[in-house]
Every structure is written in structure tokens, then in C-alpha cells.
């Protein structure tokens, strides 16, 4: 089981970045997939989930600025960032279940955001 977040990086206050997390080796159609992030000296924190049944959800945090989707055919889920502030700097972990949304069986390696002027 590998998945594997991409599309991190350093950018500026007000600034978009789209996040990938390419899976393999789960059944992705039936799974469902979460966006967490976990920043210094933070605990880890959901960002954003998708059900098997394309139903989301969003932190209020991040709601109206990020959204969450996926793409079967690819396996893969995504995290469009749109007007990022300086407290969305974090590592960014992609996690997959085939159950409820508050246990994980499958976590990736986590991608780093840093937005900074």
C-alpha cells in the first residue's frame, strides 16, 4: 500500500497550491479519503474528507478556501488551496479508510506547505 502526497511548497499569503495523493495497492473507489495537517508544535488535524460517495467535507477553518475531490479512474484525491494564509503552514498527510471517517487504516509521508511573504 503506497500513498504518495505531492504538490507542496513555499508560497506567498493569498497564493494556491493543489495537493495530490496518488494511492496504489487499496481498493480506492471504496475508500474514504482524508486531508490532515499537523503544524509545529500542533497536534494533527482534519482538513478535509471524501467519502466513498463523494460526500465532504471541510474544517471551518479551511471552508470556502480549500475543497477536497477525487478521481477514481486515477486514484487519487486532491486539495485545492485557494487564499492560503500564513497558520494553513503545515505538513499536509493524506490518509485512506474503509470505514468511519475518524479511524485511518492507511496514512501517507505527509508533504510540506509553508506560506510565508
Known amino acids: 500500500v503506497q500513498l504518495v502526497e505531492s504538490g507542496g511548497g513555499l508560497v506567498q499569503p493569498g497564493g494556491s497550491l493543489r495537493l495530490s495523493c496518488a494511492t496504489s495497492g487499496i481498493f480506492f473507489s471504496i475508500a474514504n479519503m482524508g486531508w490532515y495537517r499537523q503544524a509545529p508544535g500542533k497536534q494533527r488535524e482534519l482538513v478535509a474528507a471524501i467519502t466513498s460517495g463523494y460526500r465532504t467535507n471541510h474544517a471551518d477553518s479551511v471552508k470556502g478556501r480549500f475543497t477536497i475531490s477525487r478521481d477514481n479512474a486515477k486514484n487519487t484525491v486532491y486539495l485545492q488551496m485557494n487564499s492560503l494564509k500564513p497558520d494553513d503552514t503545515a505538513v499536509y498527510y493524506c490518509?485512506?479508510?474503509?470505514?468511519?471517517?475518524?479511524?485511518?487504516?492507511?496514512w501517507g509521508q505527509g508533504t510540506q506547505v509553508t506560506v510565508s511573504s
Open positions: 490518509a485512506a479508510s474503509y470505514g468511519s471517517l475518524s479511524k485511518w487504516d492507511y
